[in-house]
């Protein structure tokens, strides 16, 4: 009996670490807030760093962090405390592997000094898992110049390298290249290696350390420039330098096994098709192995999640996306993104799409592997049925080992969808983009009034359904695969 009860308690122990949760919400407010990085706490709950502004155009950036329990729930919340500090952008959150419940805060403080001089510093602050400062220690740079970290790596549990941008202030910001800085967790800065190109500016963008050629890689060069792969050893001597393929924006790279990365990112370069995602499988030498190109619909744009887009998951690899983008609105477009989640295989095949969204915009900018198998994706969001109110706030979506939420709320304003019609509005004609998992399906249209007003039989990704014939107005679309829906919502046709 004694056996048995062990077992059925190990049993119970297991499922309740396993079990998998999900959720997709946001955190309103009076503020401006902004998200950057997350990690998951050992007890399962979540940690976000970004940022907070009062919207009055005066006040200063703040470096912000939340907890949030495993249903998404907002437990507690940290404001950086020293009045006037301005922190500018990224603010990145580091779990020390040998210090449990204990948090470093990556964030860079930007000020006037009395004597008219700009000064910067990078600013690590330890933090305790109730989110309490332990202590905090500053790192310098000189005057007039600025830094503003982009991505960390952790290397054998004792090191941690930070790459950041570089600029001059003369007397605006000016960029010049970037630098990456050596650290050890008490923390002391330990090396620094700087890279200043001579005829153009530098975008850093990722940082990895591999272990089959022990060299710290850092990336840089988007923007239809070569990308570019600079290997140091450990102490920051320079190895060598690499090319790789060009990416456009919102690049990534990512640990992948011990011999490999993945470099994902935005390109354009499929005849008539406007930007969109690629994911390349690289070996320890930075030679290219196998790629992946993959859009929705040859008039729409899916770019890349911003900071972070692309995690491995047990065999499987995710990729977030921001589909139906338009840059000619940035920051506040008028209408809606959906978050797509590209579940891969190990040899580089799509297995589904999930959208999310759909009811705002939307731009994803950091996704992690969860201890249950799923994923978290971190970001902000912005609702343009209010456009006097320029907020954006922040918003969480964990999804399970499947890339699936598995409850959704009666008052969800958001959809979940594998299947929905872009460019919504539209005018002339609609695409209807259905999930790769779902190699048949059909699409059925609706007026306001319920009355069928036509049905498509599809059989590929995307189809083009020309809508010039339906008056103008608002319809409800259906989607089903195998006596299931799989998508639905409103589609608005509007005027020229």
């Not at 009062?54 to 006040?59: E, F, L, T």
């Not at 591999?210 to 840089?220: G, Q, T, V």
């Not at 695409?431 to 319920?450: F, K, R, W």
């Amino acid at each position: 009996m004694r056996i048995l009860t062990i077992i059925l308690a190990i049993f119970i122990e297991c499922n309740s670490v396993y079990a998998q949760s999900s959720f997709f919400t946001y955190y309103p407010s009076n503020t401006y807030e902004y998200s950057y990085s997350a990690i998951e706490t050992l007890e399962g709950y979540f940690i976000i760093t970004g940022l907070i502004q009062i919207p009055d155009g005066n006040s200063p950036e703040q470096a912000y962090t939340m907890k949030i329990e495993q249903s998404g729930e907002k437990i507690s919340e940290l404001i950086e405390p020293i009045a006037g500090d301005t922190t500018m952008n990224n603010v990145f959150i580091v779990a020390p592997p040998q210090e449990p419940n204990n948090y470093f805060l990556i964030t860079n403080k930007f000020y006037l000094s009395q004597t008219g001089e700009y000064c910067q510093s990078v600013n690590l602050r330890r933090i305790n898992d109730d989110l309490q400062i332990i202590s905090s220690k500053s790192f310098l740079s000189n005057p007039n110049n600025y830094i503003l970290p982009q991505a960390y790596s952790i290397v054998e549990d004792s090191v941690l390298y930070i790459l950041s941008s570089a600029f001059l202030y003369l007397p605006n910001f000016q960029p010049i290249g970037w630098s990456v800085t050596k650290y050890n967790f008490e923390p002391d800065s330990l090396a620094t290696y700087n890279y200043y190109p001579t005829y153009y500016s530098s975008v850093p963008f990722g940082l990895l350390f591999n272990p089959k050629s022990n060299s710290i890689k850092c990336f840089d060069g988007m923007g239809y420039l070569s990308t570019l792969v600079t290997n140091l050893n450990k102490n920051l001597n320079f190895i060598n330098t690499a090319s790789l393929p060009s990416l456009v924006t919102t690049a990534c790279a990512s640990y992948y096994t011990d011999s490999s990365y993945l470099l994902t990112g935005v390109v354009n370069n499929l005849l008539n098709v406007k930007q969109h995602l690629i994911i390349h499988k690289i070996n320890s030498g930075d030679e290219v192995l196998k790629n992946l190109e993959y859009y929705n619909s040859q008039d729409t744009i899916l770019y890349g999640g911003a900071v972070k887009n692309t995690v491995v998951i047990g065999d499987k690899i995710f990729v977030v996306g921001n589909y139906n983008v338009n840059p000619s609105q940035w920051p506040w477009q008028n209408s809606p993104t959906w978050i797509q989640i590209t579940r891969i295989d190990s040899g580089l095949n799509i297995i589904d799409h999930h959208f999310y969204g759909g009811d705002a915009f939307y731009m994803p900018y950091n996704i992690i592997a969860t201890s249950d198998g799923g994923a978290l994706i971190t970001g902000n969001r912005y609702d343009y049925h209010y456009p006097d109110i320029k907020k954006y706030h922040i918003f969480a979506l964990k999804v399970n080992s499947e890339g699936l939420i598995t409850e959704i709320p009666e008052d969800a304003s958001w959809q979940i969808s594998d299947a929905i019609v872009c460019p919504n509005p539209g005018n002339e004609y609609f695409d209807a983009i259905v999930g790769i998992q779902h190699p048949t399906s059909t699409l059925y249209v609706y007026d306001m009034n319920g009355k069928l007003v036509f049905k498509n039989k599809l059989n590929q990704v995307t189809s083009r359904i020309k809508t010039g014939s339906l008056p103008y107005g608002t319809y409800l679309y259906k989607f089903v695969s195998k006596n299931k829906v799989i998508g639905n919502g409103k589609w608005i046709k509007m005027r020229d």
